[in-house]
């Protein structure tokens, strides 16, 4: 009979193989190796830049990712929440099926007339249907007819009303949907007790009600500004 040796106890509960920390080399490294930025997007990215709104477009790294989600889903309905100037609509739109559609709400009209030019210079304003408008009262339409018909969700708009986008968004999507929500690490300020404004306090509240919603499979990803990659059970 094996003694019974007390187990040992751990310092703490931190895992061992953390997250690398990304400075700006290795961030330059990684778009170096990785990001293959089409021309089109650059362009657009590099338009966007001249606005003084110009921190709020998604960077390429997020960009590519979300690209790559859609070709791995392959969804046939997306919506998004929040175009900004279209970045994340071309990137997604130019990787859906050819049979997919895809609805972006925007309620910009001067951010969306730059969006539409570059989607109908991609050929692919054919299969996007834009709304310029409030998010809430178009979702909430779609609910009344197309609930838990989309197949792949991206929220990107105002942290006011982050928290209700979520709970109709996952009323829209279908089980096995995906939904990807851009800004969750929020300038890394969601981390700090001292900040204690509302958005950040609201991407707070955003967190912990996707991490206690068992409905759902989750994985925060630090890339970007925080991107939280959501599945529907």
């Keep these: 009979m094996l003694p019974n040796f007390p187990k040992p106890v751990p310092e703490d509960d931190k895992p061992v193989n953390r997250t690398v920390k990304v400075d700006d080399g290795l961030y330059q490294y990684l778009v170096d190796v990785s990001v293959r930025e089409a021309d089109l997007l650059k362009a657009l990215r590099r338009e966007t830049a001249q606005y003084h709104m110009a921190r709020m477009q998604l960077s390429p790294e997020v960009g590519q990712l979300l690209a790559l989600l859609v070709k791995l889903q392959a969804p046939k309905k997306l919506l998004e929440i929040g175009v900004f100037t279209g970045y994340s609509t071309l990137s997604m739109a130019m990787a859906m099926p050819e049979e997919a559609n895809l609805i972006a709400i925007e309620k910009k009209q001067m951010w969306l007339d730059i969006a539409t030019r570059y989607l109908t210079e991609a050929n692919v304003m054919d299969r996007v249907t834009t ?75 955003l967190n912990t009600t996707i991490h206690q919603d068992q409905a759902v499979d989750v994985s925060l990803i630090p890339i970007g500004d925080g991107l939280t990659l959501i599945r529907k059970k």
């Design 131 to 205: 709304h310029c408008d409030k998010a809430i009262p178009v979702m909430k339409s779609l609910l009344e007819t197309q609930a838990e018909t989309f197949d792949f969700i991206f929220i990107d708009a105002d942290k006011k009303n982050l928290v209700e986008y979520y709970h109709l968004s996952k009323k829209l999507l279908r089980s096995g949907g995906c939904m990807a929500i851009d800004n969750t690490l929020w300038w890394g300020n969601v981390a700090d007790p001292s900040f204690t404004d509302q958005d950040t306090c609201i991407v707070r509240e």
